[in-house]
């Protein structure tokens, strides 16, 4: 087992979050940081790389430009280097292809020295005046352990997929994440089913009614959802999404913040507008022929399980606003059932008892990201987070806009100066009367 000397931070998760940490940090610091992930390499959302889809973020919320312009790591630099800046100008649009973001992390990856993949983070403990980070490496199938003042953990989240749908074969029965992975034999199936609301399952129905024209599938969209609602992108809506509000937010009781969440769902789950055009536009064309594709949408619909019973798979589900149940059989089925935090068995067995909770699963966090411990006093490393936020944070937690503003103070904190300027009172909404 090697040993390895202290660094300032640790890094745990290389997605956008702490990749953004991760160049912020080599640019204008001298901290000696590590960042570990236990993927082979970079990759962003692989089974949702679906041609056509665009971030639902312009461009401006790359990995460092809130913080820095100039750097370059910026989105901007990236074409120039790549001799696409053309190209995107004459594009004349503000959001990022997907492909091209995945594109544009794994350049700025390839640029740092201080980004380990193949190395899995398999326990954290506290001793005393730092952090003891273990690691697995499954290049030099080794164990490892590093030393750090700080870590910052950015595990991201993981498919939530509900009791009631676990165990099937995954070939027939899969999250969106995985969807690109099963498409080939997903589109052989006789019948194909979505079940869920919000932008991914928007753009699975979109991309399997695109290619519905080869096939002979009969198409469905089942959500529990009111109905298939836009996402709220007003100019003045979008400022919850501003520091500016996150600072309000993180003010609130957690009650009032619990609150405050429900009543931006549209702000945070509704359907961009142009994937919606876009599948009107293919259903009212198909509408025109007598030999239209079979097409079933039907919201306020709730999927509570779902069995194989021969070679298909019948959903048990209710018509919530009826009060009616009712099955229905589908060869395929996709689960666009949202994420849920990506928290490590580790971080409970060596914290659980530590730290303040605001419910059973939600931790307390300071507004410059500290998880908070219940012994506070004279503590000079710290655990920071940027995983499991919403409830202190607000609708922007998993919004990539944000996530510069987050590391912006993370590493003011760590350093204890102003590296990077923090930019408040940028909008032209508030949100309480000075009295």
Same mark, same amino acid.
């Given at each position: 087992?090697?040993?390895? /000397?202290?660094?300032?931070?640790? *890094?745990?998760?290389?997605?956008?979050?702490?990749?953004?940490?991760?160049?912020?940090?080599?640019?204008?610091?001298?901290?000696?940081?590590?960042?570990?992930?236990?993927?082979?390499?970079?990759?962003?959302?692989?089974?949702?790389?679906?041609?056509?889809?665009?971030?639902?973020?312009?461009?401006?919320?790359?990995?460092v430009?809130?913080?820095?312009?100039?750097?370059?790591?910026?989105?901007?630099?990236?074409?120039?280097? &790549?001799?696409?800046?053309y190209?995107?100008?004459?594009?004349?649009? $503000?959001?990022?292809?997907?492909?091209?973001?995945?594109?544009?992390?794994?350049?700025?990856?390839?640029q740092?020295?201080?980004?380990? $993949?193949?190395s899995?983070?398999?326990?954290?403990?506290?001793?005393?005046?730092?952090?003891?980070?273990?690691?697995?490496?499954?290049?030099?199938? /080794?164990?490892?352990?590093?030393? +750090?003042?700080?870590?910052?953990?950015?595990?991201?989240?993981k498919?939530?997929?509900?009791?009631?749908?676990? *165990?099937?074969?995954?070939?027939?029965?899969?999250?969106?994440?995985?969807?690109?992975?099963?498409?080939?034999?997903?589109?052989? @199936?006789?019948?194909?089913?979505?079940? @869920?609301? *919000?932008?991914?399952? +928007?753009?699975?129905?979109?991309?399997?009614?695109? /290619?519905?024209?080869?096939?002979?599938?009969?198409?469905?969209?089942?959500?529990?959802?009111?109905?298939i609602?836009?996402?709220?992108?007003?100019?003045? @809506?979008?400022?919850?999404?501003?520091?500016?509000?996150?600072?309000?937010?993180?003010?609130?009781?957690?009650?009032?913040?619990?609150?405050?969440?429900?009543?931006?769902?549209?702000?945070?789950?509704?359907?961009?507008?142009?994937?919606?055009?876009?599948?009107y536009?293919?259903?009212?064309?198909?509408?025109?022929?007598?030999?239209?594709?079979?097409?079933?949408?039907?919201?306020l619909?709730?999927?509570?399980?779902?069995? #194989? /019973?021969?070679?298909?798979?019948?959903?048990?589900?209710?018509?919530?606003?009826?009060?009616?149940? $009712?099955?229905?059989?589908?060869?395929?089925?996709?689960?666009?059932?949202?994420?849920?935090?990506?928290?490590? *068995?580790?971080?409970?067995?060596?914290?659980e008892?530590?730290?303040?909770?605001?419910?059973? #699963?939600?931790?307390?966090?300071?507004?410059?990201?500290?998880?908070?411990?219940?012994?506070?006093?004279?503590?000079? &490393?710290?655990?920071?987070?940027?995983?499991?936020?919403? &409830?202190?944070h607000g609708?922007?937690?998993?919004?990539?806009?944000?996530?510069?503003?987050?590391?912006?103070?993370?590493?003011?904190?760590?350093?204890?100066?102003?590296?990077?300027?923090?930019?408040?009172?940028?909008?032209?909404?508030? $949100?309480?009367?000075?009295?």
């Amino acid at each position: 087992m090697s040993r390895h /000397e202290m660094y300032d931070c640790i *890094g745990i998760g290389i997605g956008p979050y702490n990749l953004s940490l991760a160049a912020l940090m080599e640019e204008k610091t001298e901290l000696k940081v590590k960042f570990f992930d236990q993927t082979p390499e970079f990759q962003w959302h692989p089974g949702m790389l679906i041609n056509q889809t665009d971030l639902q973020v312009p461009f401006i919320a790359d990995l460092v430009t809130f913080a820095n312009p100039q750097s370059r790591y910026s989105y901007l630099n990236y074409l120039h280097t &790549h001799n696409r800046l053309y190209k995107f100008f004459f594009f004349q649009k $503000f959001e990022i292809p997907r492909q091209e973001y995945n594109d544009y992390a794994r350049w700025v990856v390839s640029q740092l020295r201080s980004c380990q $993949f193949h190395s899995e983070v398999i326990g954290v403990t506290d001793e005393g005046d730092c952090y003891k980070v273990l690691i697995d490496n499954r290049l030099t199938d /080794e164990r490892e352990i590093y030393y +750090a003042k700080h870590v910052v953990m950015g595990t991201g989240s993981k498919p939530l997929i509900l009791d009631g749908m676990k *165990g099937l074969p995954v070939g027939d029965v899969h999250h969106t994440s995985q969807y690109l992975f099963h498409k080939n034999t997903t589109i052989k @199936g006789s019948s194909i089913t979505i079940v @869920g609301s *919000g932008q991914s399952a +928007a753009e699975v129905f979109l991309d399997l009614l695109t /290619e519905q024209v080869n096939h002979s599938y009969q198409l469905t969209w089942l959500t529990r959802s009111e109905g298939i609602l836009q996402l709220e992108s007003s100019k003045l @809506g979008q400022e919850f999404f501003a520091p500016d509000y996150v600072d309000y937010f993180h003010g609130l009781t957690y009650e009032k913040r619990m609150e405050a969440l429900k009543t931006l769902d549209q702000l945070r789950n509704g359907i961009d507008p142009d994937t919606l055009n876009n599948i009107y536009n293919i259903l009212y064309n198909h509408s025109v022929s007598d030999k239209s594709p079979s097409i079933t949408i039907q919201p306020l619909t709730e999927v509570n399980k779902i069995r #194989k /019973e021969g070679d298909r798979y019948v959903l048990n589900c209710r018509q919530w606003q009826e009060d009616r149940d $009712f099955s229905y059989q589908s060869d395929k089925v996709i689960l666009a059932t949202g994420y849920k935090p990506n928290i490590p *068995g580790w971080f409970f067995d060596e914290f659980e008892d530590k730290i303040v909770w605001e419910d059973e #699963k939600k931790y307390k966090v300071s507004r410059n990201y500290k998880i908070q411990f219940k012994e506070e006093s004279n503590r000079g &490393h710290h655990f920071y987070t940027v995983t499991n936020l919403e &409830h202190s944070h607000g609708a922007g937690a998993t919004n990539l806009g944000l996530a510069v503003d987050r590391n912006i103070q993370i590493i003011n904190d760590i350093v204890g100066e102003n590296v990077y300027e923090v930019q408040r009172n940028t909008i032209f909404s508030q $949100f309480t009367m000075d009295i």
